[in-house]
């Protein structure tokens, strides 16, 4: 009956764990470390300078950077880890493996379409960042409607997007400016220095 | 208190919590969620005399309240209609599932809320570091780069307000200043990593395997621990497989049948914290009274 908290729980669990695993086996040169850990505080203090405007957050922003820049894997690494590290200072909960999942997985996917065209113009970058703004809601609405109410249904479903779609909204439509107008600049930047450092992802 | 169940190994402590979260999510039923929030309360005040949780119980309890309304709200299944609203009936059966689940939602954070007192960020560090040690490696680095990038973030605007850069104003415009900001943070911050970088490579890194400073000894006592939650875990998770300490909301309410021997073990496992902190302070109350 109410087995599907557990099995939720433990199943984010084990589809963060094989990205760590990665992670630890990889080949990976000291300079790409130590990008992956300032890319991943970039974006766990990202909050920072935006505090005083609420809804909007730049760290979705950075981890799709860093997902096109770095490529999959470590577009996964440094969502997951902003997740985890920001919650060190907010306080650990059971979402923070959702958190993990959900910011990892917008980094993975930025990380799998890098190479196609459209994701190195302006607005093909916009909309990625928009739909990926309702995404993460949506996968933080899961642990939710999938632990805590029952039967499932399209009505639990409907009724928890219902009432995150404010906030959905303006993540979507902030990462989508942040995308916009600064997504050329960041890209140049982060190229940059992978370039200068024959890091040339995986 | 510093001796007792916070002294443990972490990961005695890490098991321990992982434990508890587990049977709390699986055993939703009563007399088990009252018999863990009531553990864990106690423990709370045992901890920091209730400290942490005078700050958050507020969260806890509206995050619970949260399940137990979305619940009735949602769901319309069961037999037993109390009333409508609008025209869909609300039913006692969905309205105590939500109950219960709400309730298991605040002990799940109660749990939280006491493993984040006893598993201090060096455990958590130390448990990370022996499984994944590059992952505890980056982990430290962001831990350190948070502070000191706020640092150089508030040197950057002390900077561009000298120059006038930071007018504030309009909500479009404040967003674009703050990027700004973040903008020459970001450049600053990659090209100085790269220097960390080559300084780690010039003092050693990835020449041979990482060793680590491990500042925690596994005792006697804490292999105690180990092998009793080991010896508790086999029974509880048998009998949740089996069915114990679970109920059937729909369609019908089942009763609230207790399978003592499985109760009896999963309270002690609730209660192992709170006995380990009074048997310390006996102890202490021993040895003192012989000086």
Redesign the interface.
């Known amino acids: 009956m109410g087995h599907y908290l557990p099995i939720s729980f433990l199943l984010v669990v084990l589809s963060i764990l094989p990205f760590y695993l990665r992670f630890e086996r990889r080949n990976m040169k000291a300079e790409e470390i130590v990008l992956v850990a300032s890319l991943a505080a970039l974006g766990a203090m990202g909050r920072v300078p935006f505090a005083a405007i609420p809804g909007v957050q730049p760290t979705s922003f950075i981890v799709i950077m860093a997902g096109l820049t770095l490529g999959a894997e470590s577009g996964f690494v440094i969502g997951s880890t902003a997740a985890i590290v920001s919650n060190l200072f907010l306080g650990q909960g059971p979402w923070t493996p959702w958190q993990m999942l959900a910011w990892g997985s917008m980094g993975l996917a930025a990380g799998l379409l890098r190479r196609l065209p459209w994701m190195h113009r302006p607005w093909g970058r916009a909309a990625f960042g928009f739909v990926w703004g309702f995404l993460y809601g949506w996968i933080m609405n899961l642990w939710f409607v999938l632990g805590f109410l029952h039967p499932l249904s399209w009505q639990a479903f409907a009724g928890a997007f219902a009432a995150s779609a404010y906030f959905d909204l303006s993540h979507a439509l902030a990462n989508a400016t942040f995308l916009l107008l600064f997504g050329g600049k960041w890209s140049r930047i982060l190229g940059r220095v992978v370039r200068k450092f024959g890091l040339l992802g995986e | 208190m510093t001796g007792g169940f916070r002294s443990l190994h972490p990961l005695a402590a890490a098991l321990y919590f992982s434990g508890l979260?587990?049977f709390v999510?699986?055993l939703?039923h009563p007399a088990y969620l009252l018999a863990a929030g009531g553990c864990l309360l106690l423990l709370h005040l045992q901890l920091d005399g209730g400290a942490a949780l005078g700050k958050?119980w507020k969260g806890y309890l509206a995050m619970g309240a949260l399940?137990a309304l979305?619940?009735p709200?949602?769901?319309t299944?069961g037999a037993t209609i109390l009333g409508y609203l609008g025209n869909r009936p609300v039913t006692l059966e969905s309205c105590v599932?939500g109950l219960l689940?709400?309730l298991?939602?605040s002990v799940?954070?109660l749990g939280?809320g006491a493993?984040?007192q006893v598993i201090t960020?060096d455990r958590?560090l130390y448990l990370t570091g022996t499984g994944?040690?590059?992952?505890a490696?980056?982990?430290v680095?962001?831990?350190r780069?948070?502070p000191l990038?706020?640092r150089r973030?508030r040197e950057i605007?002390a900077a561009a307000k000298t120059q006038g850069r930071l007018g504030g104003g309009k909500?479009t415009a404040?967003?674009?200043e703050?990027?700004e900001?973040?903008?020459t943070?970001?450049?600053w911050?990659?090209?100085e990593?790269?220097h960390?970088?080559?300084a780690?490579?010039a003092s050693g890194?990835?020449s041979g395997p990482r060793s680590t400073f491990a500042a925690y000894r596994m005792e006697g006592r804490d292999k105690g621990v180990l092998v009793l939650l080991g010896g508790l875990a086999l029974p509880i998770l048998a009998g949740s497989l089996w069915g114990r300490g679970?109920?059937?909301?729909?369609p019908l309410l089942s009763g609230l049948e207790l399978h003592l021997p499985h109760y009896g073990a999963f309270l002690f496992w609730c209660a192992l914290p709170i006995l380990m902190n009074i048997g310390e302070t006996l102890q202490w109350q021993i040895i003192k009274s012989k000086t």
């Open positions: 979260v587990l999510m699986w939703v958050a399940v979305a619940n709200l949602v769901s299944r599932y689940f709400g298991t939602l799940m954070l939280f493993a984040r960020l958590f994944l040690p590059r992952t490696f980056v982990i680095m962001v831990l780069l948070v990038l706020k973030l605007a909500r404040r967003i674009r703050a990027m900001l973040l903008n943070l970001v450049v911050t990659l090209e990593s790269l960390m970088a080559v780690m490579r890194y990835g679970q109920m059937v909301f729909y």
